[in-house]
């Protein structure tokens, strides 16, 4: 999910305003759906639905744990994609942290119906990685880890993106309770087909840099 220039040299440059502030909606919409699945007790796909199953064994925010979480790939980022990509997902992980935290400490979400939970929660992820991914931006982990997969080994973005999702849920089948799961892969699916929908080559002409 790489943010580049169209091929052709189609498309608008976005701004630095644009790419800010679709930068700090995404890290709301992603703190907004990372509060909204811990507060029905899912998880979700990719980097936030590790982050969640972290949450079950350390009490900390789940955006918070989204942020640790990313240190170890900040290397590939930089190598795979550029510093510049990397620099931002330093900026949307931390910016991801600290709105978890203060909705945390400051916002109680009841939620009696996991699937108002999975739709969503997954509905808002899905919103956060297309507004990150297309402002030269991501969740970071396991994100750039599918794209190093696919410049290193040609494996296809969505194939590895799903493997990854299978292995997640499979992981929290350990802790969740059958239905907890269920609605948790409801909850992926959301987000992955939202992401599938409208992250397309030619849907969407507007660019941000990735690379300096």
């Known amino acids: 999910m790489n943010a580049s220039p169209p091929a ?11 790419d800010l502030l679709a930068l700090a909606f995404g890290c709301v919409f992603v703190a907004t759906g990372l509060a909204i699945l811990r507060g029905g007790g899912l998880v979700t796909g990719g980097m936030a639905g590790l982050a969640l199953l972290a949450t079950h064994f350390v009490a900390l925010p789940p955006g918070l744990m989204l942020a640790l979480l990313n240190l170890p790939f900040l290397a590939l980022a930089w190598r795979a994609i550029g510093p510049l990509f990397a620099l931002r997902t330093v900026l949307v992980s931390i910016g991801i942290a ?10 109680r979400i009841g939620i009696d119906s996991p699937v108002i939970a999975a739709i969503s929660g997954g509905a808002l992820l899905g919103q956060g990685v297309l507004t990150l991914v297309r402002h030269g ?8 880890l ?7 080994f040609g494996w296809r973005l969505g194939r590895s993106q799903i493997t990854i999702d299978v292995i997640i849920l499979a992981l929290s089948g350990f802790i969740l309770e059958p239905a907890q799961l269920g609605w948790s892969a409801l909850s992926a699916l959301v987000m992955g087909v939202e992401v599938y929908l409208w992250h397309r080559p030619g849907l969407y002409t507007g660019y941000s840099q990735v690379r300096w």
């Not at 052709?8 to 644009?18: F, W």
């Open 8 to 18: 052709e040299g189609g498309g608008q440059l976005h701004s630095r305003l644009e």
């Open 137 to 144: 931006s991501g969740l970071g982990g396991l994100g750039v």
């Open 98 to 107: 600290a709105i978890s935290a203060l909705a945390q400490s400051s916002i």
């Open 146 to 152: 599918t794209i190093w997969f696919n410049q290193k």
